[in-house]
């Protein structure tokens, strides 16, 4: 806890004046204010001792996701489990969009007056991709001002800017059924082959319903089961993360994926990360897994490439499928 130093000097100062006013005028009322005020500040300082500790704040989003030129909406609620209010409260945050850092702290004050209560901080996105906001600290202050306790906190909220969804024609395209290949599955219902293709480590992005916890454990190291895939789970998106070409190859990779899960074609989307030289796979059925794929495609590094992630894909031992290579625009199609 700090003390106000200059508002408590003129606190201060203000009593001995009317301290010396009713000494040299001799009024009874004025002295009888003199001990209210002196009365106030232990009292004040008892309860802002008390009540601070008792406030719990969070942090969430208005909605899941905004489509530009829309900006995201973030709530800051408190609980207030005392019953004393404290009517100044000073929320210092940091706000930016994942292709715009920015480090300059903002300070957003609110009065704490309800045993609960929301506040909406709406942040400009600028552009499509991540836009966080992150509570650093929360100083609050005591009903005369004088003094002030600083509490860190880390709170932390993200919400997707998506591209306006285009037009991209006829698509997807049809993809060839000519005979069985590793992604059709067997018809022996027992046959493990007809449902687990294949243990391996676990890397970052999988899904944990994907994970072998038996195997884990007695391992002692994170393994996940990859699933066998039918023929209709042999369309593939690759996206390039190519710096110049972000906003272009996120609304072409959008409008594919809307296109797509609007007529219940199954796809997997392949997202790379161009540090690592590694992908993850990501399969959309639904808004929500729209989302978390769009989301991990954010949190991507970019780089200069055009063939990056088709290449990596490429020279892998990745799925035999139809390829479909986004890039700004361009979305080509290939075997």
């Not at 100062?13 to 009317?18: G, V």
């Not at 004050?109 to 209560?117: A, E, M, V």
């Not at 790379?272 to 399969?283: I, P």
Request: with cysteine.
């Amino acid at each position: 806890m700090k003390i106000n130093i200059f508002t408590f000097i003129i606190y201060i100062l203000a009593i001995a004046a009317l301290s010396a006013f009713a000494l040299i005028y001799e009024q009874p009322a004025i002295v009888l204010f003199i001990l209210m005020l002196l009365a106030l500040l232990p009292l004040s300082l008892s309860i802002f001792l008390y009540a601070n500790s008792k406030y719990d704040f969070t942090l969430s989003y208005k909605t899941p996701f905004v489509e530009e030129p829309n900006s995201p909406v973030f709530l800051l609620e408190y609980k207030n489990s005392s019953r004393f209010p404290l009517f100044s409260c000073d929320v210092y945050f940091t706000a930016d969009n994942r292709y715009y850092p920015n480090d300059i702290t903002h300070k957003l004050s609110i009065p704490l007056t309800q045993k609960k209560n929301s506040f909406s901080v709406p942040i400009e996105s600028f552009d499509i991709g991540l836009v966080s906001m992150h509570v650093t600290k929360i100083v609050f202050q005591d009903y005369l001002s004088l003094f002030r306790k600083e509490v860190d906190i880390t709170l932390d909220a993200s919400v997707p800017v998506l591209p306006k969804e285009r037009n991209i024609g006829d698509f997807p395209p049809a993809v060839p059924k000519d005979g069985p290949d590793e992604f059709t599955e067997s018809e022996n219902i027992g046959n493990i082959s007809s449902d687990v293709k294949e243990i391996r480590e676990y890397h970052p992005g999988d899904r944990l319903q994907r994970i072998h916890w038996k195997l884990s454990a007695k391992l002692d190291d994170l393994f996940v089961k990859e699933m066998a895939h039918t023929s209709s789970l042999a369309i593939i998106l690759i996206p390039e993360l190519n710096k110049n070409k972000i906003h272009d190859t996120a609304q072409s990779l959008l409008s594919c994926i809307k296109v797509m899960y609007e007529k219940k074609e199954r796809f997997e989307l392949c997202i790379y990360n161009n540090n690592a030289t590694d992908y993850s796979f990501f399969t959309v059925t639904n808004e929500e897994e729209m989302i978390e794929a769009m989301v991990n495609f954010y949190c991507q590094p970019l780089y200069d490439g055009e063939d990056n992630a088709l290449n990596t894909y490429l020279n892998s031992s990745g799925k035999i499928a139809t390829v479909i290579h986004i890039v700004g625009k361009k979305i080509l199609i290939g075997e």
